[in-house]
């Protein structure tokens, strides 16, 4: 909503010319800036293969897996497309370079600059975001030990819970071992 909205008060700014290499930052000229961006297009991309462990668990997974994961690549990909298009044309291509995480040149300001009080759907919308990659990394981490105790790697935690028939010992696994960093690294820094 926020994209198209973003499209709409571009106006006459909205040009094709924003999918070549006439805006890249002088130091990206040409093909330089298509390799480096190509790096943020790699790892924007990872994850969407996060599918495949749930194969197990599907009716039909030859053919649901195909279009679950085709369909996350695809879906992704017009997303991302959509709204750095829309940020591009608003925020002004020659100026793109110096868009970063936060202040003005951030989602979050153009959102509270050009979006009044709605800027916080948008804050809402990263939250959201968040959580969903959180839950997709649980629900990834745990088939995944699963899997590697179902042929004997992990024994310990083959054992799947008796009435939702989900892999119970991976899942505090999962949390003990994701979350322990960040409890001695929070207590760390707070003495």
């Known amino acids: 909503m926020f994209a198209v909205w973003l499209i709409g008060k571009a106006g006459s700014a909205n040009t094709l010319s924003v999918f070549g ?3 890249t930052g002088k130091d990206y000229s040409g093909l330089g800036g ?23 668990e599907t009716r039909d997974p030859r053919r649901t897996m195909h279009r679950a994961v085709l369909g996350a690549a695809l879906g992704i990909g017009l997303f991302y497309v959509l709204t750095t298009y829309a940020m591009t044309v608003y925020f002004g291509p020659d ?37 969903a990659n959180a839950n997709a990394c649980a629900t990834v981490s ?3 030990a699963f899997a590697l105790a179902r042929i004997r790697v992990l024994p310990v935690l083959a054992t799947l819970h008796p009435r939702h028939r989900s892999p119970s010992p991976a899942s505090p696994s999962r ?11 929070a207590s760390a820094t707070t003495r």
């Open 21 to 23: 290499t006439s805006h």
């Open 95 to 131: 100026r793109f370079s110096g868009f970063g995480a936060d202040g003005a040149a951030s989602w979050e300001g153009v959102a509270r600059a050009s979006f009044g009080l709605f800027w916080v759907l948008v804050f809402l919308a990263v939250v959201n975001s968040t959580i």
């Open 175 to 185: 949390v003990s071992s994701r979350w322990a960093p960040y409890w001695a690294s």
């Open 142 to 144: 745990t088939r995944t």
């Open 34 to 56: 298509v390799f480096a961006g190509s790096v943020y297009t790699v790892l924007a991309f990872a994850g969407f293969e996060a599918a495949a462990p749930l194969a197990e």
